[in-house]
């Protein structure tokens, strides 16, 4: 009686899961490793029915910082990588783990900070100064401190002021090791100072007390760009299927729908690939 | 899923893709308990009769590995799978079934080590009974294994539990890929980063009902088979 009953439930278990793993089959599928600013600001959820529709071919999204992305690429356990932190993605393809690196698109990063700002940054136009009032005046400041594409450019920003930030940080400097909506969730609690991405700041929905600081400066730009993983490093690699999606981001049809991702009547990210020559 | 939406608006309108959601974790948790039990269930009742040296070594161990960090089965199975890894050539890393492998080595120690516990018990009061009736040593196992399947039913439950409610090897292994492996805990950690919170917290507070009434129908078949077991 009991053999049956256990049976059964086996049976529906087995269901279950062939149920919620059709796509286990090799279908037309590819593994993009990307960042948590593409995946959270929504552009992937825009223009991934497009692709798909063109070319039947599923784009399974695995969003993480632009170090772990390119590790996840290594590794092989992705077919292509799209992130945003250039000298990384120049040594990526150097070590032979990426075939070519094509510039896709820019957005900007802004300097978010408390209203009541007090470091006295706002309105100011210069990144670099904003950085050395806020060290100046020890006011808080939240870092990603995650080896992320926007940690580099976090870091890269301090140089740029003049300030050697691994002497300089102290109880004001706080490197929390997560995501870009954990950081900015960190900093609505704690009024801090934080560099974050145009994308999830414009999504973000917990603000609290936080407005953007400092935005517009030419050195907060943040350039993306895609690679195809290696498939003589990686046999694995669905080369193909990966090309052809990289293909269709630097096409003027992909670039258009870029372009076209809005939130709130903002355009968060600008198409700049170089048109192939072929 | 839409930020304006709250979670009690996403079930009354029957959200696709939230019951897609819900039907995945479901499912990878009830697979993980189930390969858990089959290979826990048994481990457990031998260790409980089994006299070997260095026994009590294996049962601290054992009784240890209940607290296993989910990070860190997530990070070795991620290991194992990646496509550098010794298992790579199956491709199974970002998949649902990577999601049941870290999971069903997460909750097979909490199985195996209250089966443990619960058949050694019940061994003190069979022993002399099983001896004198010159049973073989499985079938005392089949005999214990059957006689406390009450009493085990909670530690499947215990299993069930630990793994639907744990983020760390989900997120590792299956990637929190949308429409693919994206898990009512992933989704909660999603809508986190996102500052959702309204949302992350309605889809908590889901997860949690959802707990209960397993819980709750795990109760009434084991009323039931009570009864009939008289």
Redesign the interface.
């Known amino acids: 009686m009991?053999s049956r009953r256990i049976f059964s439930?086996?049976a529906t278990?087995l269901l279950?899961?062939a149920?919620?793993?059709p796509?286990?089959t090799q279908d037309q599928s590819i593994?993009v490793a990307s960042t948590?600013s593409t995946q959270?600001s929504g552009l992937?959820?825009h223009i991934l029915p497009m692709f798909k529709q063109k070319t039947g071919i599923d784009v399974?999204?695995?969003?993480q910082g632009t170090g772990q992305a390119l590790d996840t690429g290594r590794?092989?356990?992705a077919d292509v990588v799209f992130v945003h932190a250039k000298a990384q993605e120049e040594k990526f393809i150097e070590e032979g783990f990426g075939v070519k690196r094509f510039d896709v698109m820019y957005n900007d990063f802004v300097l978010i900070g408390p209203k009541s700002d007090p470091a006295g940054v706002s309105g100011t136009k210069d990144i670099a100064a904003a950085l050395a009032m806020i060290e100046a005046k020890d006011a808080p400041f939240i870092s990603r401190g995650d080896k992320s594409g926007t940690h580099s450019a976090e870091l890269r920003l301090w140089k740029v002021a003049g300030i050697d930030i691994e002497a300089a940080k102290g109880p004001w400097y706080k490197e929390i090791g997560?995501?870009?909506?954990?950081a900015?969730?960190t900093a609505?609690a704690m009024d801090a100072y934080v560099l974050s991405d145009r994308g999830t700041w414009l999504?973000?929905?917990?603000?609290g007390e936080l407005d953007v600081a400092v935005e517009g400066d030419k050195r907060l730009f943040n350039q993306y760009g895609v690679m195809l993983v290696n498939p003589q490093k990686?046999p694995?690699v669905k080369a193909e299927a990966g090309q052809r999606f990289i293909d269709w981001l630097v096409s003027p049809e992909g670039q258009k729908s870029i372009g076209e991702f809005k939130i709130d009547g903002q355009q968060l990210f600008f198409p700049n690939a170089e048109q192939q020559r072929s | 899923m839409s930020e304006e939406l709250s979670a009690w608006q996403l079930i009354a309108s029957g959200d696709a893709t939230l019951f897609a959601i819900v039907r995945l974790s479901l499912a990878v948790t009830l697979s993980a308990v189930a390969i858990a039990a089959v290979i826990g269930l048994p481990l457990g009742a031998l260790l409980a009769l089994a006299r070997f040296p260095g026994r009590s070594a294996v049962v601290v161990v054992l009784n240890g590995f209940m607290g296993l960090p989910p990070v860190i089965v997530g990070l070795s199975v991620y290991l194992l799978l990646s496509r550098s890894g010794p298992l790579g050539e199956f491709g199974l890393l970002f998949t649902p079934a990577a999601m049941v492998i870290a999971q069903a080595v997460l909750v097979l120690p909490i199985i195996a080590a209250l089966t443990r516990q619960t058949i050694e018990d019940l061994w003190h009061e069979y022993r002399e009974e099983l001896t004198a009736m010159d049973v073989g040593p499985l079938g005392q196992v089949a005999t214990l294994l059957w006689d406390s399947r009450f009493s085990l039913f909670t530690a499947l439950l215990a299993g069930f539990g630990r793994a639907a409610a744990e983020v760390g090897t989900v997120m590792i292994v299956g990637g929190n890929i949308n429409g693919f492996t994206r898990t009512m805990t992933t989704t909660v950690a999603l809508e986190t980063s996102k500052g959702n919170l309204p949302l992350a917290v309605g889809l908590g507070l889901i997860l949690i009902f959802l707990i209960i009434l397993i819980n709750a129908a795990a109760w009434g078949v084991r009323l039931w088979s009570e009864q009939r077991a008289g």
């Open positions: 009991l439930a086996i278990l279950l899961t149920g919620a793993t796509a286990l593994v948590t959270d992937f959820g399974k999204v695995v969003a590794r092989g356990d997560q995501g870009m909506g954990a900015l969730n609505a999504s973000f929905q917990n603000r990686h694995s």
